[in-house]
């Protein structure tokens, strides 16, 4: 069982910038393909962007392309988000997601960030 910590949210206004990290428990992190997921009031919750455990960037929701960018650092068992112009439909909770059977599964997350963009 692998835990993960995420950090970085806040408030920021339209156009802003912010970096979210999670930082994962274990040594085994750098086998485990990584995701980022958010979930809107009233919405189901999506996934964002992911990770492979190679470092390939296999996935981004249309709305971040060219936003957003996930990246990891193994040495330190982290993941990020860097969130460059950001919009108020960004706002949501952020969480981060971890595949470690590399099967597109989820079977671990955080406890999840708030992001919030005003206009």
């Given amino acids: 069982q692998v835990d993960v910590v995420e950090s970085g949210g806040g408030s920021?206004?339209?156009?802003?910038?912010?970096?979210?990290?999670?930082?994962?428990?274990?040594d085994t992190f750098s086998n485990y393909n990584m995701a980022w997921w958010r979930q809107a009031p009233g919405k189901?919750?999506?996934?964002?962007?992911?990770?492979?455990?190679?470092?390939?960037t296999s996935y981004y929701i249309d709305s971040v392309k060219g936003r957003f960018t996930i990246s990891r650092d193994n040495a330190k068992n982290t993941v990020?988000?860097?969130m460059n112009s950001l919009k108020p439909e960004d706002t949501a909770v952020y969480?981060?997601?971890?595949?470690?059977?590399?099967?597109?599964?989820?079977?671990?997350?955080?406890?999840?960030?708030?992001v919030t963009v005003s206009a």
């Fill in 44 to 56: 189901e919750r999506e996934p964002v962007a992911r990770i492979t455990w190679t470092r390939t």
């Fill in 12 to 26: 920021v206004q339209a156009g802003g910038s912010l970096r979210l990290s999670c930082a994962a428990s274990g």
């Fill in 95 to 114: 969480y981060c997601a971890v595949d470690s059977t590399r099967r597109g599964r989820i079977d671990a997350w955080g406890q999840g960030t708030q």
């Fill in 80 to 82: 990020y988000l860097q």
